[in-house]
């Protein structure tokens, strides 16, 4: 990455993350628009999750064995599922339950992992800001 995507990056970034680390704009769906979560309400977490390719769920096909998808890195981390405004859950996939649209049924947008109750993700590039 050279210095002006990386520095157009991070003006991107101060432009999402308060000074307390939080969401400062409310956080959409990218297909239908609807809130996910309201400002404030979300901290700014890096971690490297795979998360599939979004897809409508009545168009879920999949070649056997393989799964395309992104490796994403930023996120904002929730901690209390009831914190969302609008989000559902896919059905356990391991131990992982991905994170769709409530109202369009995109996704996932986001990713859970049983094992841990209080982190939940919603990946940063796979939402829209206003």
């Not at 995507?5 to 628009?33: F, I, P, Y």
């Not at 391991?94 to 995109?106: M, Q, S």
Request: proline share 2%; charged share 25%.
């Amino acid at each position: 990455m050279d210095n002006s995507q990386q520095s157009k990056e991070s003006t991107e970034r101060s432009d999402l993350v308060s000074e307390d680390g939080k969401n400062s704009k409310s956080v959409l769906c990218q297909r239908c628009g609807s809130k996910v979560l309201c400002p404030g309400m979300a901290v700014f977490a890096e971690k490297e999750l795979f998360l599939p390719a979004m897809r409508k769920k009545s168009g879920v096909s999949s070649t056997e064995g393989s799964v395309d998808g992104d490796t994403l890195t930023a996120h904002w981390l929730v901690d209390d599922m009831y914190t969302f405004e609008n989000v559902g859950f896919t059905n356990d996939v391991g131990r992982i339950k991905y994170l769709i649209c409530a109202d369009c049924e995109i996704g996932p947008i986001g990713w859970h992992c049983l094992d841990d109750k209080k982190s939940f993700y919603v990946a940063v590039e796979r939402v829209n800001h206003a």
